[in-house]
């Protein structure tokens, strides 16, 4: 058994090295939308929300595989609403005005509306159960996989076809993008594989120690993966999200963060293809479906933040962030008294 200062150390360890590629990455994605055209909502969601989804991937099928995939699964569904989370420590760090104030464009207000129907579904598919039809993995789980990519394309034609404009846009001072110099094109490549490949090796440590601590202090799997697990493979969306707003890169980072939580749910399927034994759809109760709800209740405040798009602040924060960090710590509260 690793002595728990050891693990306590590499955790901190790969911490620190997730956090530094992270900062960095929103820069070279900025680029990328650049040079390819595509918006930064998109290029959020698509790249930065791919990218660091990628321990979720890693941990999610690695704990499937030694046959715990429920940890998997309130691994995932404790990371959506942490990231939904971090968008209030965004907005506190934006200070001057709420986040979603200042951010007016369809497609970011179409990717949370998206965010949401596919936690109603994913919660709706274990209240339901069942799904076994003799496949690889349950019906549920390709359902899932197949919204999520429907979602993705949606997301994709909403921004290069927006059906409506803001009529009251954000004030330029306060939207406007620092400039940056443009980065050669394999410059640019090595930058994104040096640090995606950073941040899932670092990931993948993080959420491996984490889950050796949490065996030495004997909490349960449901806390687990909620928080230790999900705290640690949230760190690169943390990271990238602060990364991004010293340089107003505001649909970015609410685009990284719902993109991300699109990814995270794609990952059941492959959950589901590595797990032996019943689906983890059939395996998943109460506790996961409160957990699917807690974030699907998140992203409906900041889905309102937009669309309202007040610019008072309270505590450096908009009202939709105070609401979210109440609700975020009572639905925690109330998973904890209902972790198996």
């Known amino acids: 058994m690793t002595p728990l200062w050891q693990s306590v150390f590499v955790f901190v360890l790969a911490a620190s090295a997730v956090w530094w590629a992270g900062t960095r990455l929103p820069a070279y994605v900025v680029a990328l939308s650049d040079k390819t055209g595509i918006g930064q909502g998109i290029a959020g969601m698509l790249v930065l929300g791919g990218i660091t989804s990628l321990p979720e991937l890693a941990t999610g099928t690695t704990a499937a595989a030694i046959g715990v995939p429920l940890l998997s699964l309130d691994d995932i569904l404790g990371s959506a609403s942490l990231n939904l989370l971090l968008l209030a420590l965004a907005d506190m760090a934006m200070g001057s005005k709420p986040l979603t104030s200042v951010v007016a464009r369809p497609v970011t207000l179409i990717q949370g509306v998206l965010s949401m129907t596919l936690f109603a579904f994913v919660g709706a598919a274990i209240g339901i159960g069942g799904g076994d039809w003799g496949g690889p993995a349950s019906a549920w789980s390709f359902a899932i996989f197949a919204c999520v990519v429907v979602a993705l394309l949606i997301s994709d034609r909403a921004e290069r076809r927006p059906m409506w404009q803001v009529v009251n846009p954000?004030?330029?001072?306060?939207?406007?993008?620092?400039?940056?110099?443009?980065?050669?094109?394999?410059?640019?490549?090595?930058?994104?594989?040096?640090?995606?490949?950073?941040?899932?090796?670092?990931?993948?440590?993080?959420?491996?120690?984490?889950?050796?601590?949490?065996?030495?202090?004997?909490?349960?799997?449901?806390?687990?993966?909620?928080?230790?697990?999900?705290?640690?493979?949230?760190?690169?969306?943390?990271?990238?999200?602060?990364?991004?707003?010293?340089?107003?890169?505001?649909?970015?980072?609410?685009?990284?963060?719902?993109?991300?939580?699109?990814?995270?749910?794609?990952?059941?399927?492959?959950?589901?293809?590595?797990?032996?034994?019943?689906?983890?759809?059939?395996?998943?109760?109460?506790f996961e479906i409160a957990a699917t709800m807690l974030a699907l209740l998140l992203t409906g405040l900041f889905v309102i933040g937009l669309i309202e798009r007040r610019d008072r602040t309270v505590l450096r924060m908009g009202e939709d962030s105070i609401a979210a960090i109440i609700v975020y710590f009572a639905g925690v509260t109330l998973l904890l008294s209902l972790a198996p």
Not at 193 to 212: K, Q, R
Not at 234 to 243: H, T, W
Not at 265 to 271: D, H, P, R
Request: no cysteine.
């Open 170 to 286: 954000p004030d330029l001072e306060v939207t406007e993008e620092a400039r940056q110099r443009s980065i050669p094109t394999g410059r640019l490549a090595l930058a994104l594989t040096g640090f995606s490949t950073v941040i899932l090796v670092g990931g993948v440590t993080l959420a491996n120690a984490g889950e050796t601590i949490a065996i030495e202090t004997g909490l349960s799997t449901g806390v687990v993966g909620l928080l230790i697990i999900a705290v640690a493979t949230s760190l690169p969306e943390a990271s990238a999200i602060l990364g991004a707003m010293p340089h107003r890169r505001y649909e970015l980072a609410i685009g990284e963060i719902f993109g991300s939580n699109m990814f995270n749910l794609a990952i059941i399927l492959a959950i589901d293809l590595v797990a032996p034994g019943p689906s983890v759809i059939e395996q998943a109760g109460g």
